[in-house]
Nanobody, 125 residues
Framework: QVQLVESGGGLVQAGGSLRLSCAAS????????MGWFRQAPGKEREFVAA???????TAYADSVKGRFTLSKDNYKTVDLQMNSLRPEDTAVYYC???????????????????WGQGTQVTVSS
């Protein structure tokens, strides 16, 4: 069973930065496609960023392009660096993992069978 644990959420002022980390087993991070999604109160879950199994390709939602960066560090964590945060980035952020069947990042949440518990990110104006 794949287990994912997110950390790094918190409260930050608009324009600030946070770094979210998703910890998983050594084998998971190095062999699975992984992604971050978020869900704000009263809204549907939405795609944020994804990285392919070898860390060589990433994909981002238009709303976070140029501000967020996703990377695999030491094959044990997947980190989401979030800069220039905005109040509309406020949400619970979830890490997800899927066994890689291709070299592409996965932006469709339905393709991820494994999910973390989520970490709250609050951006004040």
């Amino acid at each position: 069973q794949v287990q994912l644990v997110e950390s790094g959420g918190g409260l930050v002022q608009a324009g600030g930065s946070l770094r979210l980390s998703c910890a998983a087993s050594d084998r998971t991070v190095s062999t699975y496609a992984m992604g971050w999604f978020r869900q704000a109160p009263g809204k549907e879950r939405e795609f944020v960023a994804a990285i392919n199994w070898n860390g060589g390709d990433t994909a981002y939602a238009d709303s976070v392009k140029g501000r967020f960066t996703l990377s695999k560090d030491n094959y044990k964590t997947v980190d989401l660096q979030m800069n220039s945060l905005r109040p509309e980035d406020t949400a619970v952020y979830y890490c997800a993992a899927a066994r890689a069947t291709s070299s592409r990042p996965i932006s469709d949440g339905h393709e991820y069978p494994y999910w973390g518990q989520g970490t709250q990110v609050t951006v004040s104006s």
